[in-house]
């Protein structure tokens, strides 16, 4: 799951819900980089589309850990544990509309333990001071 000791890559089958109640099986890429470590980048694929979503760690933490009745999230992306607690469902808006995904719960927990190992909830801020540092330098150079 580590490669290079720097990221974190977990592939997670999961079910998109449809508003009949039918699912279409889909695969839920989660990648992780200690270089970006508030962020999880998160690959939809379906039999004909891929929507890429970028999650907070933290976000995803929480709905680990919430229910239906009090959500992680209060935007674009909630996150709960299912009345069965070994699933875990997002609730996503977009411009292109609402997907309402269902996944087993363990790869999530397994992944965030996995980020957690790499860059403890805290430790963040000190590994982004020199791309912040970059960042101010380009700007003032522009």
């Excluded at 997670?12 to 962020?39: C, G, K, R």
């Excluded at 970028?54 to 709905?63: C, Q, S, T, V, W």
């Excluded at 087993?104 to 791309?131: I, K, W």
């Amino acid at each position: 799951m580590a490669e290079q000791n720097r990221d974190v890559r977990e592939v997670v089958p999961m079910h998109l819900v449809l508003s009949d109640a039918s699912v279409l099986p889909i695969s839920a890429e989660l990648s992780f980089e200690a270089t970006d470590p508030y962020t999880v980048r998160v690959a939809f694929s379906g039999a004909s589309a891929t929507s890429t979503w970028l999650i907070g760690r933290e976000l995803i933490a929480h709905g680990i850990l919430a229910d239906a009745t009090a959500p992680a999230g209060t935007g674009d992306v909630r996150i709960w544990r299912d009345e069965d607690p070994a699933y875990l469902l997002m609730a996503l808006s977009g411009v292109e509309g609402d997907a309402l995904l269902a996944g087993p719960a363990e790869p999530f927990v397994d992944f965030v333990a996995a980020t957690v190992a790499l860059v403890p909830f805290g430790a963040e801020g000190p590994r982004m001071e020199d791309e912040i540092s970059r960042l101010i330098v380009s700007l003032l150079d522009a």
